[in-house]
């Protein structure tokens, strides 16, 4: 299986920084996505991170709001920008890792938006 | 447009106990499914992954089954621990390789 890590763990954040979390895998992986998990919620796709090309974001997320970057295929970051109390949430990592397609998530950053 | 339903969203149980819970998804054209565990402000552990030509998988005390036809999965754990207390999330992968999640249902196991 694979081995993600991500930074920070936890952050707590005035209104309308930004924050750039960071995941790392310890094997080149093809597909990888970040996930938010608001309070009391499941988990919502963000969007896919396309290794050396734009992310593919879902309905309701933008680039703007949340720029992706992934320069090869073990590291992504994710960056939640202008951010507001209801960006508050925990934000995963994860990846498809084999041909059986079993996924596998990060132990997320808790962000917290004041 | 695929919906993953959990049932129940909350169940607890004496220790020792088996216990089921339920997943539903409304389109039955999945790549497969896969059940997680998510501790309270904690990432997702993948538990059990069922191919969608697959009926079961086993690991351990857990089982899954996987009816594709009528839109259902079960994961069953036997003789229930309180470290088997947490949330457990049904996830189907849809055959254009989108995700989607159910709500989860939270476990406790009482000692």
């Known amino acids: 299986s694979a081995v993600i890590s991500q930074k920070p763990s936890r952050d707590i954040c005035q209104r309308g920084t930004s924050l750039t979390i960071q995941c790392q895998v310890d094997?080149?992986?093809?597909?990888m996505f970040w996930y938010r998990q608001q309070p009391g919620q499941s988990l919502t796709l963000i969007a896919t991170?396309?290794?050396?090309?734009?992310?593919?974001?879902e309905s309701g997320f933008v680039i703007d709001k949340f720029p992706i970057s992934r320069p090869n295929l073990t590291f992504s970051t994710l960056t939640v920008s202008n951010m507001s109390p209801e960006d508050s949430s925990i934000y995963l990592c994860?990846?498809?890792?084999?041909?059986?397609?079993?996924?596998?998530f990060g132990p997320g950053t808790r962000l917290t938006v004041l | 447009k695929q919906e993953v339903t959990q049932i129940p969203a909350a169940l607890s149980v004496p220790e020792g106990e088996n216990l089921v819970l339920n997943c539903s998804f409304t389109?039955?054209?999945?790549?497969?499914l896969q059940w997680f565990r998510q501790d309270p402000g904690k990432g997702l552990t993948s538990l059990l992954l069922?191919?969608?030509?697959?009926r079961e998988q086993t690991s351990g005390r857990l089982n899954a089954s996987l009816d594709k036809s009528s839109g259902r999965s079960t994961l069953y754990i036997a003789a229930s621990q309180p470290g088997d207390s947490a949330t457990y999330l049904c996830?189907?992968?849809?055959?254009?390789?989108?995700?989607?999640f159910g709500k989860g249902t939270r476990l406790h196991i009482l000692p």
């Open positions: 994860s990846v498809v890792w084999d041909r059986r397609g079993e996924q596998f």
């Open positions: 094997s080149q992986v093809t597909m």
């Open positions: 991170a396309n290794q050396g090309s734009e992310a593919t974001y």
């Open positions: 389109d039955s054209a999945i790549y497969n």
């Open positions: 069922i191919q969608s030509s697959q």
């Open positions: 996830a189907v992968r849809r055959r254009d390789d989108k995700i989607i």
